[in-house]
């Protein structure tokens, strides 16, 4: 699969509930992501809805769902600790209004999902985490783009593999870091995932 025919393969629908709770209630769900986070630079989304809660009872926010707002306070930017904090806040509240984007993959990439894809069959599991192909259909705005500097006291591997650049019959598709080694520079600093990779990267030594 190309790049373009993966994007294409991911949809996304804006959704904006509005749900009542009782004093009692939580929300109910537990959430991954935030800027900084040890996932990388991901949206907050939601990795389960238990089933207690006013969102279970509700039935309208899903595993998967990427989280933008909630109680007119963007999350979009915010880390994972502060977006926690807010979500806590907002379940004070006796009405909450959530906007939340809804990604789907498309049957045709069933196959490629369930491969790349670390996800556990219990559905309330809180540790699921989503195909990176989700994150590739994601609004611009969603993105996240940053340097990350590696630096190596030798001439030995700096710990990931890429694919991607000019490929025949595809032209030019983004760079993939494909894998990451163990004990390598890479490896230590923690930032780099297997995921998209910015076009524009250059190696320097850095001794």
């Not at 369930?114 to 705005?141: F, Q, R």
């Not at 995932?193 to 001794?207: I, V």
């Amino acid at each position: 699969e190309n790049y373009q025919d993966l994007c294409q393969s991911v949809t996304c629908q804006e959704k904006q509930i509005t749900v009542k709770k009782e004093a009692h209630e939580s929300l109910g769900m537990t959430v991954a992501g935030g800027r900084g986070s040890k996932s990388g630079e991901l949206p907050i989304f939601v990795t389960s809805v238990q089933p207690y809660g006013c969102l279970a009872r509700d039935n309208r926010i899903k595993r998967g769902d990427v989280l933008l707002n909630i109680n007119g306070i963007d999350l979009t930017n915010l880390s994972h600790s502060e977006a926690v904090a807010v979500l806590k806040a907002s379940a004070a509240s006796s009405v909450v209004l959530l906007k939340a984007l809804e990604v789907e993959i498309s049957e045709d990439q069933t196959q490629v999902n369930e491969e790349l894809s670390a996800v556990n069959e219990n559905e309330y599991d809180a540790s699921w985490s989503p195909s990176w192909i989700m994150w590739l259909g994601l609004p611009s705005s969603l993105h996240s783009c940053h340097d990350v500097v590696l630096r190596r006291s030798n001439l030995g591997s700096w710990g990931f593999s890429i694919v991607g650049g000019y490929e025949e019959n595809y032209t030019n598709q983004p760079f993939f870091i494909k894998t990451i080694v163990l004990g390598t520079p890479a490896y230590y600093d923690g930032r780099l995932n297997c995921a998209l990779l910015h076009p524009d990267y250059t190696c320097r030594n850095t001794h």
